[in-house]
Protein backbone atom coordinates (compact mmCIF):
# COMPACT_ATOMS: atom_id res chain seq x y z
CA UNK A 1 0.00 0.00 0.00
CA UNK A 2 2.89 2.31 0.55
CA UNK A 3 4.33 1.87 -2.98
CA UNK A 4 0.54 2.86 -4.10
CA UNK A 5 0.72 5.77 -2.24
CA UNK A 6 4.31 7.35 -2.94
CA UNK A 7 3.61 6.62 -6.97
CA UNK A 8 0.49 8.40 -6.61
CA UNK A 9 2.23 11.41 -4.87
CA UNK A 10 5.24 11.16 -7.25
CA UNK A 11 3.15 10.70 -10.82
CA UNK A 12 1.07 13.84 -9.06
CA UNK A 13 4.40 16.08 -8.36
CA UNK A 14 5.27 15.32 -11.53
CA UNK A 15 2.00 16.51 -13.39
CA UNK A 16 1.89 20.17 -10.83
CA UNK A 17 5.57 20.88 -11.99
CA UNK A 18 4.78 19.99 -15.80
CA UNK A 19 1.86 23.00 -14.95
CA UNK A 20 4.86 25.30 -12.95
CA UNK A 21 3.32 24.53 -10.29
CA UNK A 22 6.40 23.58 -8.15
CA UNK A 23 8.41 24.91 -5.29
CA UNK A 24 11.99 24.87 -5.12
CA UNK A 25 14.08 22.54 -2.74
CA UNK A 26 13.81 23.76 0.94
CA UNK A 27 11.65 26.14 0.17
CA UNK A 28 9.29 26.60 2.89
CA UNK A 29 5.72 28.43 3.55
CA UNK A 30 5.84 31.92 5.28
CA UNK A 31 3.95 31.48 8.41
CA UNK A 32 3.79 35.50 9.10
CA UNK A 33 1.06 35.80 6.24
CA UNK A 34 -2.13 37.75 8.01
CA UNK A 35 -5.47 36.88 7.37
CA UNK A 36 -5.89 39.96 5.92
CA UNK A 37 -3.37 39.95 3.09
CA UNK A 38 -3.81 40.25 -0.23
CA UNK A 39 -6.90 42.24 -1.98
CA UNK A 40 -10.75 41.38 -1.81
CA UNK A 41 -11.46 40.97 -5.51
CA UNK A 42 -13.93 39.34 -7.66
CA UNK A 43 -13.16 35.76 -9.88
CA UNK A 44 -10.71 37.45 -12.57
CA UNK A 45 -10.65 36.18 -15.94
CA UNK A 46 -9.36 32.65 -16.89
CA UNK A 47 -6.02 33.42 -18.67
CA UNK A 48 -5.23 36.87 -16.51
CA UNK A 49 -2.32 35.56 -14.53
CA UNK A 50 -3.99 36.69 -11.25
CA UNK A 51 -3.12 34.66 -8.31
CA UNK A 52 -6.23 33.71 -6.46
CA UNK A 53 -6.42 32.26 -2.62
CA UNK A 54 -9.75 30.66 -2.02
CA UNK A 55 -11.07 29.65 2.05
CA UNK A 56 -13.97 27.87 3.15
CA UNK A 57 -13.70 26.67 6.58
CA UNK A 58 -15.67 27.09 10.13
CA UNK A 59 -15.15 28.48 13.63
CA UNK A 60 -16.98 28.29 16.78
CA UNK A 61 -19.53 30.73 17.12
CA UNK A 62 -19.12 33.57 19.32
CA UNK A 63 -22.40 33.55 20.57
CA UNK A 64 -23.43 31.10 23.79
CA UNK A 65 -25.60 28.60 22.57
CA UNK A 66 -26.44 24.88 24.01
CA UNK A 67 -24.90 23.04 21.77
CA UNK A 68 -21.48 22.86 19.43
CA UNK A 69 -22.60 26.28 17.36
CA UNK A 70 -20.24 26.73 13.73
CA UNK A 71 -20.12 29.93 11.81
CA UNK A 72 -19.09 29.11 8.18
CA UNK A 73 -15.69 31.62 7.31
CA UNK A 74 -15.39 31.78 3.65
CA UNK A 75 -12.58 34.04 1.78
CA UNK A 76 -11.60 34.78 -1.59
CA UNK A 77 -8.45 36.99 -2.41
CA UNK A 78 -6.19 38.06 -4.98
CA UNK A 79 -2.26 38.56 -4.18
CA UNK A 80 0.71 39.22 -6.61
CA UNK A 81 2.96 36.18 -5.49
CA UNK A 82 2.30 31.99 -5.04
CA UNK A 83 4.11 32.21 -1.94
CA UNK A 84 1.94 35.35 -0.22
CA UNK A 85 -1.01 33.28 -1.36
CA UNK A 86 0.34 29.96 0.57
CA UNK A 87 1.39 31.58 3.92
CA UNK A 88 -2.32 33.22 3.66
CA UNK A 89 -3.51 29.81 3.50
CA UNK A 90 -1.03 28.29 6.22
CA UNK A 91 -2.68 31.46 8.36
CA UNK A 92 -6.08 30.53 7.57
CA UNK A 93 -5.64 26.80 8.24
CA UNK A 94 -4.17 27.40 11.81
CA UNK A 95 -6.92 30.07 12.69
CA UNK A 96 -10.01 28.52 11.33
CA UNK A 97 -10.77 24.68 10.72
CA UNK A 98 -10.83 23.03 7.26
CA UNK A 99 -12.79 20.31 7.17
CA UNK A 100 -14.44 18.29 4.48
CA UNK A 101 -15.29 19.05 1.83
CA UNK A 102 -14.81 22.85 2.11
CA UNK A 103 -12.31 24.13 -0.19
CA UNK A 104 -8.69 25.23 0.34
CA UNK A 105 -6.84 26.69 -2.30
CA UNK A 106 -4.04 29.08 -4.12
CA UNK A 107 -4.68 29.08 -8.08
CA UNK A 108 -3.27 30.88 -11.28
CA UNK A 109 -6.16 32.27 -13.50
Not at 67 to 88: H, K, L
Amino acid sequence: MKHIAFAFLAGSAMILQSFGFSAPAGAAVLKNVSEHAGERCNTPPRGSGVIVGIFSGETESPFLTDGDARMPVDRYRCFTSMEECRGWLYTMQSKYDAGAPRAASCRIR
